[in-house]
């Protein structure tokens, strides 16, 4: 048999070069095996391609990691759940039943506030406390006005590619142009918040919610008043394996369906191939479509090489990342819900901190997460998990002896809000910091939602789905459009199947 013939009988799978070097050649290269990679392994599967996803670490899940120890299981990333249809959809994609790999309940409760002065706030579904008939008329409104946005405005943004500033001219917006010439869009979200409610507290609540893309409330315009729908609103879940199930149950899909995976190797080179790419790995493998789904930075730095587009993108200021404790304790805070806030009591001084001047404050906001409240087998009879995360600048090093500093300051307010000493109970402790994500990650600086969204400009220049100049090579992910959180990075996948 001639080497010609060779390669024509081993098909898709193997290709002998004229240096007789082997070449493993699928239809799709997928580099990261978070949930973005993974989804869109899934979605480029279900159009028959034959799919490869490559991730550095040793098992899938990027953010959405777990640790257990002690007894003890922490979920190391995300810790709040919407729009679990985005999921569901993934194994309904393949004709299968989502409940055979995937369970979750909805909550009630949103999150309970605490505040400096004593007052306490919880949200919920059925019966919020700490309101005022006129709070929760003004919740009602405004909850009113972020769902018609989101369900109307908010799809141009998060549901087909990046728009253009200039395709915005094109007469199927025109219907738009009140909402885009708005205060809105004109204001900041911290401006607009004040503006509609009376309650200092209650605007400082949702002003909270600038920080789910890593933002400021008082630089992010009035566009993202939408975000809080999604949660109180649509309404809030949990899984009941914990969210570190949402990777394992699509990853059990994928691996189902024909979906490839290499484990700890690392990505070392991208080139350009007439058609396709050639991804230097563990070996040499060819594709004809490539997806990135890890921190485009990262990737442009250390896979493609491309020192043009590194230097164009980092430009954009990044998002804040987290100083993260996970604690194990031998006692329940019974106050404790599934999430809670500690708010400070200089909330913009917080913000100028983590955006202008890039160090964070001695007494910022803390949230806690137990999700023991759902998942009683995250911890030993009697113990509990405390998730504990406070905002910090991606560009800020935080110092062993600044980390201990937040413990204390993290102890402190949970004795004072919550009545509770835990100095004795913690009986398992690891943390993260920026620079632990960005090694565990890869997200550049440590950032968790790339770029940050404190401009209209930041808004309609996120890094796209594609770049102009390399055909074929797709984003998707937390830190390109339509941005960062569980939903949206399901979205971006599914943007870039269509485009695929």
């Known amino acids: 048999m001639v080497q010609n013939d060779l390669c024509s009988f081993v098909g898709v799978k193997t290709r002998i070069d004229c240096g007789l070097t082997e070449a493993k050649t699928y239809d799709v290269i997928v580099i990261g095996a978070g949930l973005a990679g993974i989804s869109a392994a899934l979605r480029a599967r279900h159009k028959g391609n034959s799919v490869l996803v490559i991730e550095k670490n040793a098992h899938p899940g990027g953010k959405l990691d777990v640790i257990s120890e002690k007894g003890y299981r922490f979920d190391t990333g995300p810790s709040l759940f919407t729009e679990p249809y985005l999921v569901d959809e993934l194994f309904e994609l393949f004709d299968k039943n989502p409940r055979d790999y ?22 919920s579904e059925v019966n919020s406390t700490g309101l005022s008939t006129q709070d929760e008329q003004e919740i009602e409104d405004y909850l009113e006005k972020s769902l018609n946005d989101y369900e109307t405005v908010g799809q141009i943004f998060l549901e087909r590619p990046a728009i253009k500033p200039v395709e915005f001219l094109h007469p199927r917006y025109y219907k738009y142009y009140g909402y885009f010439t708005s205060s809105r869009m004109r204001n900041s979200l911290a401006s607009l918040n004040a503006k509609k409610f009376s309650n200092p507290k209650i605007s400082q609540i949702f002003n909270r919610f600038g920080t789910y893309n890593g933002s400021s409330p008082f630089a992010m315009k009035g566009l993202f008043s939408m975000i809080p729908s999604l949660e109180l609103k649509l309404g809030t879940y949990f899984p009941t394996e914990g969210m570190r199930s949402i990777v394992d149950s699509v990853y059990s899909l994928a691996t189902e369906v024909g979906v490839d995976f290499q484990f700890g190797v690392h990505t070392t080179d991208v080139k350009k191939r007439d058609p396709g790419y050639i991804v230097q790995a563990n070996r040499k493998y060819e594709c004809d479509k490539l997806i990135c789904a890890i921190d485009h930075l990262t990737f442009y730095k250390k896979i493609l090489k491309d020192n043009e587009l590194l230097e164009k993108y980092k430009r954009a200021p990044r998002s804040s990342s987290g100083l993260v404790f996970y604690w194990g304790l031998n006692k329940k805070i019974d106050e404790l ?50 998730f504990v995360m406070i905002n910090i600048p991606a560009e800020e090093s935080i110092s062993s002896e600044r980390r201990a500093f937040y413990r204390a300051y993290v102890i402190e307010r949970i004795k004072k809000d919550l009545g509770v000493d835990i100095s004795a109970s913690i009986q398992f402790e690891d943390y993260q910091d920026n620079y632990r994500i960005m090694q565990n990650t890869g997200s550049y600086l440590g950032a968790l939602y790339g770029a940050n969204s404190n401009s209209m400009k930041a808004v309609t220049n996120r890094h796209p789905n594609t770049i102009k100049t390399y055909k ?15 939903p949206l990075v399901l979205r971006s996948s599914k943007i870039i199947s269509e485009l695929l």
């Open 102 to 123: 995937f369970n979750y309940e909805r909550q009630e409760d949103s999150c309970t506030y605490y505040f400096t002065d004593g007052d306490k706030i919880r949200l």
């Open 337 to 386: 819900g599934l999430h809670t806030i500690l708010f400070s009591d200089t909330y913009k001084d917080e913000f100028d901190g983590l955006f202008k001047d890039k160090k964070t404050i001695d007494r910022p906001t803390i949230y806690l997460h137990n999700s023991t409240v759902v998942c009683p087998q995250d911890a030993p009879e009697n113990g509990q998990t405390l």
């Open 472 to 486: 074929d090579l797709f984003f998707c992910g937390g830190t390109v459009h339509p941005g960062g959180g569980i």
